[in-house]
């Protein structure tokens, strides 16, 4: 696609469901990012893939949230259970492989979740 | 945890005048770059500066690396209403592909 596709936009769920997050990336993108981002404060990691592989997932805050990615593309961030401490902005980003913008994360819109 | 910090938390100008926010990071990098947020939603990608360089420009952007302190500026020139954004840096950890923000600097330019 022209840009990275972030679904839902918004979601309301009430404490203890569980909630999926889906990244479409660019498409060739390689690489995909997710990150959190709770009102007013910076970004914190979450995990990150190169394919469908993930090097990274040390940002995950708890055996609540997983994520996943099939066939190089498509990613859910799965939260189970989930906490009112939970509700932020998730955001996704995407990352080529190589040529001169191989190190630039294109951010999609992000997901906001409220949890009740 | 995050990787960078940035100061000020916070900074208002009046439109014209220079805009200057500091970033601070942990790890040796590769690269460092600086993204802008409008409205707590995506970012845009605005400079890209790579270890080996000390500066470089982008339009009305000035960006400056100094690696011995760990620490980078950002400085935005005759600065318009419309630069009303968060300002974050990022950095690939210890020269990997993990990208980690900073706090960001929020930047309001007054009419």
């Known amino acids: 696609g022209a840009g990275v596709s972030q679904s839902p936009s918004n979601k309301v769920t009430e404490k203890g469901k569980d909630v999926e997050l889906r990244c479409d990336p660019i498409?060739?993108?390689?690489?995909l990012y997710w990150y959190r981002q709770s009102l007013g404060q910076g970004l914190e990691f979450l995990i990150y893939?190169?394919?469908?592989?993930?090097?990274?997932k040390s940002g995950l805050p708890s055996d609540r949230f997983s994520a996943e990615r099939t066939g190089g593309s498509v990613s859910t961030l799965t939260i189970q259970r989930t906490q009112q401490e939970d509700s932020a902005v998730y955001l996704c980003?995407?990352?080529?492989?190589?040529?001169?913008?191989?190190?630039?994360?294109?951010f999609g819109a992000g997901s906001r979740l409220t949890v009740l | 945890s995050q990787q960078g910090e940035e100061d000020p938390q916070a900074l208002s100008i009046q439109e014209g005048e220079n805009a200057t926010m500091n970033c601070s990071y942990k790890?040796?990098?590769?690269?460092l770059q600086w993204y802008r947020q409008n409205s707590g939603r995506g970012l845009v990608h605005l400079i890209l500066?790579?270890?080996?360089?000390r500066e470089k420009h982008s339009g009305r952007l000035r960006v400056t690396l100094d690696t011995s302190k760990k620490s980078s500026s950002l400085l935005i020139t005759a600065s318009r209403a419309a630069d009303t954004a968060s300002y974050f840096c990022?950095?690939?950890?210890?020269?990997?592909?993990?990208?980690?923000f900073g706090t960001g600097t929020r930047l309001k330019v007054l009419a």
């Open positions: 980003a995407s990352r080529p492989a190589g040529g001169t913008g191989a190190n630039v994360l294109t």
């Open positions: 498409s060739g993108h390689t690489a």
């Open positions: 893939f190169q394919g469908n592989s993930a090097p990274d």
């Open positions: 790890t040796s990098i590769n690269n």
């Open positions: 500066i790579r270890s080996n360089e």
């Open positions: 990022a950095t690939d950890v210890g020269g990997t592909y993990k990208y980690i």
